[in-house]
C-alpha cells in the first residue's frame, strides 16, 4: 500500500489521474474498506494507493523481483499465514476454520489462565483446539502451591529468629572498648562485675 500526501493539487484530481493505471485501487481516505481499519486515524493520508495481488510499487525503474510482499488485503488467501502449535493445552490432530492474528491474544491469556485485556480478539474459533481443562486437578494443584508458599515462608521466619538469638548469645560473651574504659560482661553465675580504667591499677573495685 502506498499513502499519500497532496501538496499541490487536491486528492480528488490526483486520484483520477492515478486510476487511469492498470494494477492499481485507489481510496479517498473515507472510501477505504472497512476491513482495512485503517481509515480513522488523524495520521492516515488522503490518498491511499493499493496494487493488485502479484504487483509491487517501486521507486526502481528497472524490472523489481522480490521474494514476497505484504500489505495486500488480509481477505487474499496469498495473504494467510499458517498456525501451528503444540503443548498440553492443546488437542492432537485438531484443526478449526480460519481465524484472525488478533485471536492469538486471548489464547494465549487462556492458556496462561491470564485475564485479557480489552481486546478485539476472540474465543470463539480457537476454543476447540484446547483440551478439557480439569478443574479438579487444577485446584490441587494451586493448593500444593498454597502449601508450598507457607512452608518457606515458615522456614525463613524461623531462620531469622534462630540466627538473631545466636548473634543475642554470642554478644553476652564479647568485651566492649569505649570512652576509655573496659566494659566485661560476665556469665549470669558471677555475683560481680569488673569495672577497670586504663588510668588505674587492675585492682578489682568493689
Same mark, same amino acid.
Not at 499541490?8 to 492499481?24: D, F, G, M, W
Not at 480513522?40 to 488522503?46: V, Y
Not at 496494487?51 to 496469498?78: A, I, K, V
Given at each position: 500500500?502506498?499513502?499519500?500526501?497532496?501538496?499541490?493539487?487536491?486528492?480528488?484530481?490526483?486520484?483520477?489521474?492515478?486510476?487511469?493505471?492498470?494494477?492499481?485501487?485507489?481510496?479517498?481516505?473515507?472510501?477505504?474498506?472497512?476491513?482495512?481499519?485503517?481509515?480513522?486515524?488523524?495520521?492516515?493520508?488522503?490518498?491511499?494507493?493499493?496494487?493488485?495481488?502479484?504487483?509491487? /510499487? =517501486?521507486?526502481?525503474?528497472?524490472?523489481?523481483? @522480490?521474494? +514476497?510482499?505484504?500489505?495486500?488485503?488480509?481477505? $487474499?488467501?496469498?495473504? #494467510?499465514?499458517?498456525?501451528?502449535?503444540?503443548?498440553?493445552?492443546?488437542?492432537?490432530?485438531?484443526?478449526?476454520?480460519?481465524?484472525?492474528?488478533?485471536?492469538?491474544?486471548?489464547?494465549?491469556?487462556?492458556?496462561?489462565?491470564?485475564?485479557?485485556?480489552?481486546?478485539?480478539?476472540?474465543?470463539?474459533?480457537?476454543?476447540?483446539?484446547?483440551?478439557?481443562?480439569?478443574?479438579?486437578?487444577?485446584?490441587?494443584?494451586?493448593?500444593?502451591?498454597?502449601?508450598?508458599? /507457607? =512452608?518457606?515462608?515458615?522456614?525463613?521466619?524461623? @531462620?531469622? +529468629?534462630?540466627?538473631?538469638?545466636?548473634?543475642? $548469645?554470642?554478644?553476652? #560473651?564479647?568485651?566492649?572498648?569505649?570512652?576509655?574504659?573496659?566494659?566485661?560482661?560476665?556469665?549470669?553465675?558471677?555475683?560481680?562485675?569488673?569495672?577497670?580504667?586504663?588510668?588505674?591499677?587492675?585492682?578489682?573495685?568493689?
Amino acid at each position: 500500500m502506498l499513502s499519500v500526501h497532496c501538496c499541490r493539487v487536491s486528492a480528488e484530481e490526483l486520484k483520477a489521474n492515478l486510476t487511469s493505471l492498470p494494477y492499481i485501487k485507489v481510496y479517498l481516505k473515507e472510501e477505504i474498506p472497512e476491513d482495512y481499519h485503517y481509515k480513522h486515524n488523524r495520521r492516515i493520508q488522503p490518498l491511499l494507493v493499493v496494487p493488485n495481488e502479484g504487483y509491487s /510499487l =517501486t521507486s526502481h525503474n528497472t524490472t523489481y523481483r @522480490g521474494l +514476497g510482499e505484504h500489505g495486500y488485503n488480509n481477505s $487474499l488467501p496469498d495473504m #494467510h499465514p499458517f498456525f501451528m502449535a503444540t503443548g498440553p493445552s492443546f488437542k492432537k490432530n485438531a484443526s478449526v476454520d480460519i481465524f484472525n492474528s488478533v485471536d492469538l491474544y486471548p489464547m494465549m491469556c487462556a492458556i496462561l489462565r491470564l485475564k485479557p485485556a480489552p481486546n478485539n480478539g476472540t474465543l470463539k474459533i480457537v476454543s476447540s483446539l484446547f483440551e478439557t481443562v480439569d478443574n479438579e486437578s487444577f485446584t490441587t494443584f494451586i493448593t500444593y502451591i498454597i502449601v508450598l508458599a /507457607l =512452608t518457606v515462608t515458615l522456614v525463613v521466619v524461623f @531462620g531469622v +529468629g534462630a540466627c538473631r538469638q545466636h548473634r543475642f $548469645l554470642k554478644r553476652k #560473651h564479647m568485651t566492649f572498648h569505649g570512652a576509655g574504659f573496659k566494659y566485661s560482661v560476665t556469665p549470669a553465675h558471677h555475683t560481680q562485675t569488673s569495672l577497670l580504667s586504663d588510668s588505674e591499677d587492675d585492682s578489682v573495685l568493689p
